[in-house]
């Protein structure tokens, strides 16, 4: 990765949930830490937000949902990188994500989850440690 | 309010006092080095009558039931009766969510509240794109007046009174709870509950909205004057600070931005040409209870004070009832941990206490489970019977206000509401609350709060038990309520049937007829009404206003 370059991240709300407190905490915490942040608010479909990052040419994909849509749009979200060929964005998410669905999020590509109770530090640094370019 | 000799003894007493402990503090400091509340009010070490040497006890604080109600809206509180006990619920399909209002009310629940599934708040059917993966996750689904009826079988509207989560479709769903009514042969006028209809609060801290400002204002008022004639029982909004509490802001600022909505819902209806006493006592609010225990008791007080005077003052109601603050509240979901949940059950009943203590109409205890997924049978039994305990065996109920007179109390309370005054001036200044939020002024100070929150815990500056102090290795939760994926499919089944059964002549007639009232200035109630006793789907409904109205477009307030 070229080091003069800010990581870029796209942060965003897949589905129709409008809890944005912890997406837009995290986003304040990420470019606190330096990087640079794009967030496209609230009821982003899968297609929008897999175009807006190949647009922006983030290094990141932060997702945040707490409805419970996670179980579809996860997977649809990532079904659409894979089919585009995109295959060196991080992709992470958050919010209300049972346990007993992490193993499947991450089967289909999702780095991470982090849940309730997450430092914005520790997203920070996996983020710095787990770029994929 | 105190004898001038005795302020001088007092004085001199608490100088004695301070004087002796300096040595001491030297030695042994106090835990830190400046304590301040949530709303970063600070905090002395003690309260006396030197803190309020210069209040007016009848102006500030009166008699319970009169002006300016810090003491309460009714003269004999819960010594007349109880609050109603409110369990938000709903999940999956009106089927499912009807029995767990059975259950509910066969546990001695008091009046129900309805949660709505996403699409359903935001005005799209269960078969829209844009509804996938979110079918009965957050809340019941509502399609059509089918629905409503399944969700109130066996459950008499002439006795219960229900409470309706909903906001830019409010009154879709306000025409179905008339026309389900009807068919029980409750005449509306008869019919008690609540709509949520405070758009305000949508934009700048929830995320329901679909229409922007001005066309969404217009659909409250119009509600505000069918109800007076037709549904004169209901509370036709409920101005809520909860989500803006939940969204990150402190106490002081859920005062305040609440009430500056509250503001705002009144100026638009006296535009509209309504009288602020016709309308202005069945407007309701709904308020968080969370975690600063004292603060909270002090902002419910405050609340009511400044609502009263700004009534009175500001718009010269004449009638009482309009100055009356009458709010439900709910303990605060954000403070639940998904560490040690079992915690969870202990801050919801102080957080109820608090609202208790507060003053509330109406309660909701949240389950242990939140952090998690929706409530189970066994979380949400407990959450009831929190508010049982309280109710039935704590004796706090007994007194009305029983911590008024507390210097301490009478001092936050006073302080609170000048720093919410001071807030709702500012808010004025920027033009009023829809102004302010189309400056992103209101979301930028909420998400400030919030971050600096959160950095408070990142830094051990606030101790979260469980998460930041006293953490214990445990399992993670097993048996969560999930919703099955397959009831979207049952819905558009559902769909599909109702769509070859109903006459779509008449369906369609109404819709342009309701195009029609909604670009010119008729009330769009009645009309509304008869699209949905001709089981007009709620998203085709939305369709037809989204036409007239468009969407709303939301302004970023991040970067």
Same mark, same amino acid.
């Given at each position: 990765m070229d080091t003069k370059r800010k990581i870029r991240v796209l942060a965003t709300k897949p589905g129709l949930d409008g809890h944005d407190r912890g997406i837009k905490v995290i986003a304040n915490a990420l470019m606190d830490a330096g990087m640079e942040v794009i967030y496209t608010g609230l009821r982003q479909s899968p297609e929008q937000i897999v175009e807006t990052a190949i647009q922006e040419d983030t290094d990141v994909i932060a997702l945040s949902i707490l409805s419970g849509a996670h179980d579809f749009l996860f997977p649809k979200i990532m079904e659409l990188l894979k089919g585009k060929g995109v295959d060196d964005i991080l992709v992470i998410g958050g919010g209300i994500i049972p346990d007993e669905d992490i193993p499947s999020m991450k089967e289909i590509g999702i780095a991470e989850i982090f849940g309730p109770g997450t430092y914005t530090d520790d997203i920070v640094k996996y983020i710095e440690n787990n770029l994929k370019r | 309010m105190f004898d001038e000799k005795d302020i001088g003894e007092i004085k001199e007493e608490y100088k004695k006092w301070s004087d002796k402990l300096e040595p001491k503090l030297a030695k042994r400091p106090e835990r830190k080095a400046d304590f301040a509340n949530t709303s970063g009010i600070p905090l002395k070490r003690v309260c006396t009558p030197l803190d309020m040497a210069d209040s007016d006890y009848m102006k500030e604080v009166g008699?319970?039931?009169?002006?300016?109600?810090?003491?309460g809206v009714q003269p004999t509180m819960y010594r007349g009766r109880f609050w109603t006990m409110r369990q938000y619920a709903g999940f999956a399909t009106a089927e499912d969510t009807n029995k767990r209002y059975r259950f509910l009310l066969d546990q001695g629940q008091t009046g129900l509240s309805v949660a709505f599934d996403l699409p359903t708040q935001i005005g799209y059917d269960s078969d829209h794109p844009l509804a996938q993966g979110e079918v009965g996750k957050v809340g019941v689904t509502i399609d059509s007046l089918k629905d409503m009826e399944i969700l109130f079988d066996q459950i008499p509207l002439d006795k219960v009174s229900s409470s309706m989560t909903i906001n830019s479709p409010a009154a879709i769903l306000l025409a179905m709870y008339i026309a389900v009514a009807e068919k029980q042969g409750v005449a509306s006028k008869g019919l008690r509950g609540t709509i949520q209809n405070d758009i305000l609060k949508e934009y700048s801290a929830r995320g329901t909205y679909i229409f922007p400002p001005k066309p $969404? *204002?217009? @659909?409250i008022t119009d509600i505000f004057s069918f109800c007076s004639q037709e549904v004169p029982q209901w509370n036709t909004i409920s101005i809520s600070g909860y989500h803006i509490r939940e969204a990150g802001s402190t106490a002081v600022q859920e005062v305040a931005f609440t009430l500056a909505d509250g503001i705002a819902y009144v100026e638009a209806a006296i535009d509209a040409g309504l009288d602020v006493d016709e309308f202005g006592p069945r407007l309701s609010f709904f308020f968080n209870a969370h975690l600063d225990f004292l603060e909270e008791v002090a902002k419910f007080r405050a609340?009511?004070?400044?609502?009263?005077?700004?009534?009175r003052d500001r718009f010269k109601a004449k009638d009482p009832r $309009? *100055?009356? @603050?009458?709010?439900?509240?709910?303990?605060?979901?954000?403070?639940?941990?998904?560490?040690?949940?079992?915690?969870?059950?202990?801050?919801?009943a102080f957080q109820a206490l608090s609202a208790v203590l507060g003053g509330t109409q109406s309660l909701h205890t949240n389950s242990m489970d939140e952090a998690f997924a929706l409530p189970g049978e066994e979380a949400v039994q407990i959450a009831l019977k929190t508010q049982q305990l309280i109710a039935y065996e704590s004796g706090v109920t007994d007194t009305v206000d029983p911590l008024g007179g507390s210097y301490y109390i009478e001092e936050l309370t006073k302080e609170i509401f000048d720093r919410a005054s001071a807030y709702i001036d500012k808010i004025d200044e920027l033009g009023g609350a829809a102004e302010a939020i189309e400056k992103g002024f209101i979301q930028r100070e909420i998400q400030d709060s919030a971050y600096r929150y959160q950095r408070e815990i990142e830094k051990d500056e606030r101790i979260v038990v469980g998460v930041?102090?006293?953490?214990i290795e445990e399992e993670a939760p097993k048996d969560l309520l999930r919703v099955d994926p397959a009831v979207r499919l049952s819905q558009i089944e559902k769909l599909k049937e109702l769509r070859k059964e109903r006459d779509n002549g008449r369906v369609k007639d109404i819709l342009s007829e309701l195009k029609k009232a909604a670009e010119g200035n008729d009330n769009l109630m009645p009309i509304i009404v008869d699209a949905v006793k001709a089981y007009g789907t709620l998203g085709e409904i939305c369709d037809a206003l989204r036409e007239v109205f468009g969407e709303y477009q939301p302004v970023s307030t991040i970067g």
């Open positions: - | 008699l319970p039931g009169e002006y300016p109600f810090t003491r $969404s *204002m217009r @659909i609340a009511r004070r400044l609502w009263a005077t700004i009534m $309009s *100055m009356m @603050i009458r709010f439900h509240t709910q303990t605060a979901g954000c403070t639940l941990t998904a560490q040690q949940p079992k915690n969870n059950i202990v801050r919801v930041n102090k006293f953490q």
